[in-house]
């Protein structure tokens, strides 16, 4: 069974930058794309940037300029870089991953806690 290893995150100042990284425990079958979902408290899981195969990258609109999230391969862990981040941002961030295999399958990290706060 495919786990999904998060590491990163942590207490920064608002301001401040931040890294998370995410790698798979084994190859994905068919991976499509990885990439990072966050839930701020008492609201729902959004999405802040993936990446696929084909080298797309998306990101939130709240975050385009200031988040950077790294290409995909089977080698690396896929790493999202936050600039300039405000207590909004606060959250508990999740990597997930989608593979095609199987009619379409997905992995979500057990999620890592990011708090901006002075």
């Known amino acids: 069974h495919v786990h999904l290893i998060e590491s990163g995150g942590g207490l920064v100042q608002p301001g401040g930058s931040l890294t998370v990284s995410c790698s798979a425990s084994e190859v994905i079958y068919s991976i499509y794309s990885m990439g990072w979902y966050r839930q701020p408290p008492g609201k729902q899981r959004e999405l802040v940037a993936d990446t696929t195969t084909s080298g797309n990258r998306n990101y939130a609109d709240s975050v385009k300029g200031r988040f950077t999230i790294s290409g995909l391969n089977s080698e690396n862990p896929v790493v999202l870089q936050m600039n300039n981040l405000n207590p909004e941002e606060t959250a508990v961030y999740y990597c997930?991953?989608?593979?095609?295999?199987?009619?379409?399958?997905?992995?979500w990290g057990q999620g890592t806690q990011v708090t901006v706060s002075s």
């Open positions: 997930h991953a989608y593979g095609l295999g199987s009619g379409g399958v997905e992995f």
